[in-house]
Nanobody, 120 residues
Framework: QLQASGGGLVQAGDSLTLSCAAS????????MAWFRQALGKEREFVGL????????TYGDSVKGRFTISRDSVNNAVYLEMNSLKSEDTALYYC???????????????WGQGTLVTVSS
């Protein structure tokens, strides 16, 4: 299971870090990803981290502003969000997969989501 937390109400330009705690072992072959879904919109790829190599890939809308990291001791993944914009307002989900993908349909294990609201 995955438990996302850390969402809240912030001002445009602020920073916020989301956490995703995983129960159960995460293997080096796993991909941990973040997606987000704004009201009335499709689920959007935010970024992912390859657990074994720690290499990351980001969606174009967040590249340069968001950073994903992981903590293998605590079995957690983090999404550090900087220079937040109103268009970053969404429900943020963490998920785990076994293959590299930017499509939500390729991920089977999802957390419950944490809401980020950015006021302008």
């Amino acid at each position: 299971q995955l438990q996302a937390s850390g969402g809240g109400l912030v001002q445009a330009g602020d920073s916020l870090t989301l956490s995703c705690a995983a129960s159960g072992r995460i293997y080096s072959s796993h991909i941990m990803a973040w997606f987000r879904q704004a009201l009335g919109k499709e689920r959007e790829f935010v970024g992912l981290i390859r657990w074994g190599t720690r290499s990351t890939t980001y969606g174009d809308s967040v590249k340069g502003r968001f950073t994903i990291s992981r903590d293998s001791v605590n079995n957690a993944v983090y999404l550090e969000m900087n220079s937040l914009k109103s268009e970053d307002t969404a429900l943020y989900y963490c998920t785990r997969g076994s293959t590299f993908s930017t499509y939500s349909c390729d991920y089977s294990i999802w957390g419950q989501g944490t809401l980020v609201t950015v006021s302008s």
